[in-house]
């Protein structure tokens, strides 16, 4: 689809769409390390907890689109960026859902940075999206802590874990 304004002019609101921009990335990258750790789950025979990595990095791209549509709406000119190579290696799943709440923490930073750049500038139609993703994160920090307890709680239980796996895999697609 054809969208306006990849001509050259400069929004006045460039600053705050050109760390969306950058955004874009990081959700590109959250993505690809949700795979990542979801390809090491199945190489350990742990279908459950690889589907709701996997279901995970599909919601990451989601969240990477609603930058990349948001940004064009407003007329400005989305710069995709190199996405780094994320870790392959983990010590156990406990070890993949740490990361994954770092990663979510982390997100949130720049969630809240982006907020404060939309607060300085006066911009409220970058405001109110960014409403989406505060609360999101809300809701992302706790899944994947709440994951991270539990699996804590597992420890080194098999019986335990294989539980935890027939549970994470139920989860559903994202809408
Ligand atoms: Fe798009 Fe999990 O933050």
């Not at 955004?23 to 025979?45: H, P």
């Not at 190199?82 to 982390?106: C, G, H, M, R, Y």
Request: aromatic share 10%; net charge negative.
């Amino acid at each position: 689809m054809f969208r306006r304004n990849q001509s050259g002019g400069q929004s006045p609101n460039q600053p705050t769409l050109d760390a969306m921009n950058e955004q874009i990335n990081n959700e590109f990258a959250s993505a690809y390390a949700y795979l990542s750790m979801s390809a090491y789950c199945e190489s350990l025979t742990l279908p459950g907890f690889a589907r709701w990595l996997f279901v995970q990095s599909q919601e990451e791209v989601e969240h990477a689109m609603k930058f990349y549509n948001f940004i064009l709406d407003r007329g400005g000119n989305v710069v995709l960026r190199t996405i780094e190579q994320p870790p392959n290696t983990f010590d156990s799943p406990l070890d993949v859902f740490q990361k994954a709440l770092e990663n979510e923490q982390q997100v949130t930073a720049q969630i809240h940075a982006l907020y404060d750049m939309a607060l300085k500038q006066g911009d409220y139609p970058s405001q109110e999206f960014l409403h989406w993703f505060i609360n999101e994160q809300v809701e992302e920090e706790k899944i994947t802590s709440d994951a991270v307890a539990r699996l804590t709680l597992a420890g080194d239980h098999p019986e335990a874990l294989l539980m935890l796996d027939n549970e994470f895999g139920s989860r559903e697609d994202e809408e």
